[in-house]
């Protein structure tokens, strides 16, 4: 399994902006597409956004576009994603995920289980 560990999470009124982060030590994921997942209370967990070294493919949710996006430092081994404008209903847990799928644009017909290896989780708080 790939270690994965987030950060950037916290409370940020509507409107305002995050930038969460994902490092992978030790590991280069040429191979696996990684993910950003969420999940608020009560509901499935959703990808948000995804991408690949493998293809260069990506991948955001209708929900996000326009307002998040996701990079990597290959150097730093580490993804972000970019949270702006947000919104109450982006108040969720975001999880990184990867060891699954190796390309983004395989994502519909795979599900959060199908990703083997799952950072600790940050709690995003959009609120006033």
């Known amino acids: 399994q790939v270690q994965l560990v987030e950060s950037g999470g916290g409370l940020v009124q509507p409107g305002g902006s995050l930038r969460l982060s994902c490092a992978h030590p030790?590991?280069?994921?040429?191979?696996?597409?990684i993910v950003w997942f969420r999940q608020a209370p009560g509901k499935e967990r959703e990808a948000v956004s995804c991408?690949?070294?493998?293809?260069?493919?990506?991948y955001d949710a209708d929900s996000v576009k326009g307002r998040f996006s996701m990079s990597r430092d290959n150097a730093k081994k580490t993804v972000y994603l970019q949270m702006n404008s947000l919104k109450p209903e982006d108040t969720a847990v975001y999880y990184c995920?990867?060891?699954?799928?190796?390309?983004?644009?395989?994502?519909?017909?795979?599900?959060?289980?199908?990703?083997?290896?799952w950072g600790q989780g940050t709690q995003v708080t959009v609120s006033s």
């Open positions: 991408i690949a070294n493998s293809d260069k493919s990506t």
């Open positions: 030790g590991f280069t994921l040429d191979y696996y597409a």
């Open positions: 995920a990867t060891d699954g799928p190796p390309s983004c644009a395989m994502l519909s017909d795979h599900n959060w289980t199908d990703f083997a290896s």
